[in-house]
């Protein structure tokens, strides 16, 4: 399997299947959603047990490295580590107070915004926003510069794609983003533009920041950007969607 994911000819079938993946993701919480209006369980308990969801589905690899960028991130703003380095230690297994503080922050965010999702279209911005952030989390892979440390490694970049296979994802994605984007527009015209800045300026965000940190994108920031992303759509789809529509 692991010779599957990364043989170059492959590596566009591992990006569709990761947006696949936030599909199933959009399925499990839409099925939930229902299950709890169906049963009254009412919405703090879509809420607390919602935001777990896309945590337990990944196996919490996303939200690992969303710590251990905010961990560096809190080192660098009190002035504790290095650019690039990080107090989180993969090692011993145990987080940084700042990385557990971040992941707690994290937890009770993404259930305040998810208890406030009332209307069916604010659930369906909510479930298209997995697709979209998984399609940022690819194309930031074929348009963002490589971190150094990352290279050779076979994870993403110059080690799996070729120039015309990373062309064609740049395309491909692009596609699918613009399909989510009018999707959005279709449902409510100023929810839907108002979703689609909003991911671009998370998106641009973590490109300068991983830049100024890493030197480049790292799987640690891109697990950052995935999370903080699926978090800035939870709160928008809730809080916003709550004014709006």
Same mark, same amino acid.
């Given at each position: 399997?692991?010779?599957? #994911?990364?043989?170059?000819?492959?590596?566009?079938?591992?990006?569709?299947?990761?947006?696949?993946?936030?599909?199933?993701?959009?399925? +499990?919480?839409?099925?939930?959603?229902?299950?709890? =209006?169906?049963?009254?369980? *009412?919405?703090?308990?879509?809420?607390?047990?919602?935001?777990? +969801?896309?945590?337990?589905?990944?196996?919490?690899?996303?939200?690992?490295?969303?710590?251990?960028?905010?961990?560096?991130?809190?080192?660098?703003?009190?002035?504790?580590?290095?650019?690039?380095?990080?107090?989180?230690?993969?090692?011993? /297994?145990?987080?940084?107070?700042?990385?557990?503080?971040?992941?707690?922050?994290?937890?009770?965010?993404?259930?305040?915004?998810?208890?406030?999702?009332?209307?069916?279209?604010?659930?369906?911005?909510?479930?298209? =926003?997995?697709?979209?952030?998984?399609?940022?989390?690819?194309?930031?892979? +074929?348009?963002?510069?490589?971190?150094?440390?990352?290279?050779?490694?076979?994870?993403? /970049?110059?080690?799996?794609?070729?120039?015309?296979?990373?062309?064609?994802?740049?395309?491909?994605?692009? +596609?699918?983003?613009?399909?989510?984007?009018?999707?959005?527009?279709?449902?409510?015209?100023?929810?839907? &533009?108002?979703?689609?800045?909003?991911? &671009?300026?998370?998106?641009?965000?973590?490109?300068?920041?991983?830049?100024?940190?890493?030197? /480049?994108?790292?799987?640690?920031?891109?697990?950052?950007? #995935?999370?903080?992303?699926? #978090?800035?759509?939870?709160?928008?789809? /809730?809080?916003? *969607?709550?004014?709006?529509?």
């Amino acid at each position: 399997m692991i010779k599957w #994911l990364t043989n170059r000819e492959n590596a566009k079938y591992v990006f569709c299947l990761r947006i696949l993946y936030g599909v199933a993701v959009g399925a +499990v919480m839409c099925a939930f959603y229902m299950l709890c =209006g169906y049963l009254d369980f *009412g919405k703090l308990c879509f809420a607390l047990i919602g935001a777990a +969801v896309p945590v337990m589905m990944s196996g919490g690899i996303y939200l690992s490295g969303f710590m251990k960028t905010s961990e560096t991130l809190a080192g660098r703003v009190f002035g504790k580590a290095a650019p690039g380095k990080s107090d989180f230690s993969a090692k011993a /297994g145990y987080a940084g107070t700042q990385a557990a503080i971040a992941a707690m922050t994290f937890y009770l965010l993404y259930a305040g915004g998810l208890s406030e999702v009332r209307e069916d279209r604010q659930l369906a911005f909510l479930c298209i =926003g997995y697709m979209i952030s998984r399609t940022l989390y690819g194309m930031a892979f +074929v348009w963002f510069p490589e971190a150094e440390k990352e290279k050779g490694k076979g994870r993403r /970049g110059d080690a799996v794609l070729s120039p015309a296979l990373r062309k064609a994802l740049r395309i491909i994605l692009s +596609v699918i983003l613009a399909l989510c984007f009018c999707t959005c527009l279709v449902i409510e015209p100023i929810m839907g &533009m108002l979703e689609a800045l909003l991911c &671009m300026w998370v998106w641009t965000y973590y490109y300068y920041m991983s830049k100024k940190l890493f030197g /480049g994108v790292t799987k640690e920031s891109a697990g950052y950007f #995935l999370t903080l992303c699926e #978090l800035a759509l939870a709160l928008f789809a /809730g809080m916003f *969607g709550s004014a709006l529509l």
